[in-house]
DNA sequence: AATGAATGAGCCTTCATTCAT
DNA sequence: AATGAATGAAGGCTCATTCAT
């Protein structure tokens, strides 16, 4: 009576698939979860209608696998950052690096970071996700930074709080646009922050 | 053609038509916008389905103004706190209060707050809200500390970058629990950032 | 258990009831039966909803009372026309005119009649009235022309073609003007037909 | 976001629209267009509520295809009777033919004529068919008695004010028996009046 | 008699999911 | 594996009618 759903081994279908999963990445950041229909995506994907439910057991399985791919897209490029750190480097510099990464991750995955983040609250599973996801960069970056001596006391905290502040920053940036911030003066004021917070001097 | 909406004047309706909102605020803090039907609000309410189209135009009439209801709840503590300052005071002290002022609201509204920031990506007209509650707020700060010598510079940037980082320390708090986190040393370091911010010298 | 139903004798009552058909008569003709509902019929009459069931005892009961409206409005003048008549009259002058007044009374009423006659097709009372008003006026109409000698044989056959065709050239005079059709040279076709038809030798 | 409106190109599914369209032409008939709701068009046609509208966008649309098919009933066995003309007739014969084929067209499409007729005031689109119609009937019957030379003046006007008489005639027929009317005595001056009008001697 | 707020059944339409092919 | 037509439950909204005042 269980359905069978295909764990695709062929290429094609692996290709399927993903095309499925991307093309419910565009949507959901275009229009959001509730406002895309399934009907929408196997358009977008190029498949049919009925075989959607072939890879997925339904919707909302298309969106856990749509929030893994988001989550690997923004995790990277900053894990990269600090795979290559194996001593501690001129500060300001780095910070404005990340500073910028985030921003520029922000600016492509936005649309698709509220579509799911706006999941969270009515959806423990994408809830998970984000909390393992926060986990797993905290950890990583964490222990990197008191391996090379930059961190030593508090270095979860720390850098947990670092990571809240950008991103929150960069959502500014991207989308509010207020008109009396001058964003380049809060700009440094963020880099300013997370630095002292680094700098344990 | 344009159908009557009622504008009650009598406390009868005024208490019905608050019904429904405080319906609506509930339900959505639950379940979310898109999980909550009209029937489930009427329900909540003690009224009939047909009577909500007396109050509002539709679905979206009422989130909107559950989103007025819930932005009046989060300013008003925090606009009390500032209206009744006139001079400067005991920075770490003052801090710490907005710290657990913050906190507290969130607790009590982080429900809705999620559910209506949700919107925020697909719908300009709760965005709107959402931008102007953060220009009021930001610039009667902004203003009332400029005034009683406590900014000199930057000061909109500064009390926008503050109230960024609390809310998303006050979210954090509330939800997320990461294990690993000393939520106690995070709080001081939250505390720390703000005053290191406000204090100019 | 039955609801008592005013049958108005006060002055004030009398109005307020004529008020609420006016108004039925006046929406339905601008938008239907079923695109008008009662609250609009009770706005424009300058009563309140709830009392329009004191004096109907539903929406069709104003139909009904409309439709009466409609067939005193309709009825009368082409009746007097032929009440005054004692003498056969010089025939194509006295077609004229009564082609010119069902015109006339098209023009006035046309939209009303639209509204009501289609009604006819599913609502047996409505479709009773029109019968009726068809019999009266042909059965009065040619008990005159035969009295004053104008017919002599198969004189109701005679009146209700006639009628019959007045009544769809003033409507194509109103409504539907092609614009191929040269009107003036149709009115005296319709003209030329219903002498014929009046004229035995 | 615009939905997808099947344009069947196989049999199952043309059929399948064909008799959702059944449906609705049926059901209009007898209660007439707001009488009828979607739910009854699918159960009368056998599909599911959800299909009716992957043929058609709305309830609406299904009443311009059922216009359309008894625009094409109506007109098909009229224009076949004027094709195989090439040759003054007969006249009181071939006069007597139509008023026959009129009645029985009237007969069997009466029902609906009236549900669709009775939308003409308030709706422009059906408005716009029933004018389309009468065009091109009148045009092209004034066009073949006039090459014929059956007709030379007046040719357009004549037969729609013949169409007219006719039409009028056979809803009476079919219809309004009123008791004190000899139809066949009607029927016969009905045709005489046809007959004068065609016959330009 | 009168008001107008309130009721709730019913309607059109959408969409996640299934099924015949 | 794949298609896309088909299903039917559910949702937003309207409106004739009733009810509390």
Known sequence: MSKTIRNPKQERSIDKKNRIITAGYELFSENGYYNTNTAQIAKRAGVSTG??????RNK????????????????????NLF???????ETRGFVS??????????????????ALHSLTHTDPEISRQFIILEDELTLKIADILTRINVLKKDAKEKVHFAMDILQSFAHEYIYDHHEYIDYFRLKTLVTDSVIALIDEK
Chains 1, 2, 3, 4 share one sequence.
Do not use: R
């Not at 856990?64 to 990277?76: F, R």
């Not at 690096?97 to 509220?114: G, P, R, S, Y």
């Open 83 to 89: 795979d290559d750190l194996d001593a501690p480097v």
């Open 60 to 79: 909302k399985d298309i969106l856990l696998d749509v929030t893994a791919l988001y989550m690997d897209k923004v995790t990277k490029p900053i894990l």
């Open 51 to 56: 075989i959607v439910y072939g890879y997925f």
């Open 97 to 114: 690096k990340i500073v910028d990464l985030v921003i520029d991750a922000h600016k492509e995955n936005a649309a698709i970071h509220e």
